[in-house]
């Protein structure tokens, strides 16, 4: 199983763009990257996910190196409410096509007035 | 859609007793999944569902049971409560099992366990 790295915490000023980064160097060619993110003592909330093309949505935008060894989250205007973990996930794929989502203890985001 | 529901909330139990944890989505959903949070860690899965009659373990089963009857509920039974026990609970669910990759997980809003 690819496993991630993240640092442990970041801060980022209101209005800023928030890039939180991610190591995945083991990942495998048919595995997806998954950023989800859980806000205080609220269950964990999907953002974003890619294969290995830039993807963005209405919250956020993921961009991944060429080799797919590491990522970027990236918060655009950040705001206090964005103020959680993100959680870095390569995606799992076992048995009759079952998966589940590994987290390890992600990025603790504080976004700062 | 209400969405993922679970209950309890919070729950207190006493070393050796047992209790079922309810989760419940509305969304049609063939995944289902439990995961336990401890503080300072993420989240590690405990059981997982394809569909209906079909659960697996996860990465941390040991003292817990699932049983998937229907597609909307999932319940967690501890058998024999323990204090290593003492976690936050979350169940998760999504469309569709592993082929494809946009699925994304919808997670409840925890239950706070405590076992003394």
């Known amino acids: 199983d690819a496993k991630t790295t993240q640092p442990p915490s970041m801060d980022c000023a209101e209005g800023r763009a928030a890039n939180l980064p991610c190591n995945h160097s083991?990942?495998?060619?048919?595995?997806?990257v998954y950023w989800y993110r859980q806000i205080h003592s609220q269950g964990p909330q999907y953002i974003i996910h890619?294969?290995?093309n830039n993807e963005t949505n209405e919250m956020a935008s993921l961009i991944i190196t060429e080799d797919r060894k590491s990522s970027t989250l990236i918060l655009p205007h950040a705001t206090l409410r964005d103020t959680a973990v993100y959680y870095c996930i390569v995606r799992v794929v076992r048995g009759a096509g079952s998966y589940q989502l590994t987290f390890g203890k992600g990025t603790k985001l504080s976004v700062i007035p | 859609n209400a969405g993922v529901t679970q209950t309890p909330k919070f729950q207190v139990l006493k070393t050796g007793q047992s209790m079922t944890l309810q989760c419940a989505q509305d969304?049609?959903?063939?995944?289902m999944s439990w995961y336990r949070q401890d503080p300072g860690m993420g989240l590690r899965l405990i059981h997982y569902s394809v569909g209906a009659g079909i659960t697996d373990q996860g990465e941390v089963p040991n003292g817990y049971n699932v049983s998937r009857s229907t597609t909307e509920d999932f319940p967690l039974r501890l058998l024999s409560a323990a204090p290593s026990q003492t976690s936050v609970y979350f169940c998760?669910?999504?469309?569709?099992?592993?082929?494809?990759?946009?699925?994304?997980?919808?997670f409840g809003p925890g239950t706070r366990l405590t076992v003394t």
């Open positions: 083991t990942i495998s060619g048919n595995e997806y």
């Open positions: 890619g294969l290995k």
């Open positions: 998760a669910s999504s469309y569709r099992q592993g082929g494809r990759p946009d699925d994304e997980q919808y």
């Open positions: 969304m049609n959903h063939e995944y």
